[in-house]
Structure formats: C-alpha cells, structure tokens
C-alpha cells in the first residue's frame, strides 16, 4: 500500500523538483508540511522530513459533488513524503491510493487511480 523510492537528488533539490514538476502540471500544491522543523518547535530533534500535499480541483470534484462518495474525502489531498533516513540518502513515499480505491470501485476508483497515476509521474521525475 506504501511504496518508497530513493531519489537522485539531496533533500532540498528533492523538494523544490517535485513541487516544481506538481505546479507545471496545474496541479495545487495545498501544503508543504515541514516536519522538521514542526517537531524541532515541540523539542525534538529527527532528520529532514516534508510532507507535500498536492491536488487537482477536477479530480476532487469528481469524490466531493457526490454525497455518497464525500466519506472518501479521508483519502485527500494526495500526499508525497520526502524525507532523509539514517544512511544519509533522500527518500520518497506515497500511497497508493489507486490499489485502494480498486476495493472501492466506481468513481473513487477512476478519481483515485488517476491521481495515482499522476503522482507517480511527478515522482519520476526525481528517483532513481
């Protein structure tokens, strides 16, 4: 349900990429959630870590203008975590909110599976 993928750039150019490649694409990034730094402001130190979460007003459309599927809404904004680990290289994870929405079916699943779909591009563009 998670995947993981190591990038070809240190943390930073990981960040500004992806955003990048998001925004050229007239996706909305609605967040960048600095991890980081929100936990270093409660007293705890951990390695760099941003959660990006990213949308696109026609795909959320298609869940929240229908009552029944609006219980779904959970599954957004899609999220894309960057962040270091131990070894010293950049990661990057997001569900995959398309084999998700296959146990859902009809709407959700062609919304979901494409926003997948397209996260992974933008995604490409970064990892190895």
């Not at 925004?23 to 909305?28: L, R, T």
């Not at 705890?44 to 219980?71: F, G, H, M, W």
């Not at 990661?91 to 296959?102: R, T």
């Amino acid at each position: 349900m998670f995947l993981e993928f190591q990038s070809k750039f240190e943390f930073d150019t990981t960040v500004s990429t992806l955003v990048e490649k998001i925004e050229q694409a007239n996706w909305k990034v609605q967040a960048i959630h600095d991890m980081k730094r929100s936990l270093k402001n409660k007293g705890y130190d951990v390695q760099p870590a941003t959660v990006v979460e990213l949308c696109n007003p026609d795909i959320a459309y298609k869940i929240l203008s229908k009552s029944d599927e609006r219980v779904f809404s959970s599954m957004m904004p899609c999220r894309i975590s960057i962040y270091e680990k131990s070894d010293g290289k950049t990661y990057i994870s997001l569900m995959n909110n398309g084999a998700m929405a296959q146990q859902i079916g009809g709407v959700v699943e062609d919304a979901m599976s494409f926003a997948f779909e397209k996260s992974m591009e933008f995604v490409k563009n970064v990892i190895k």
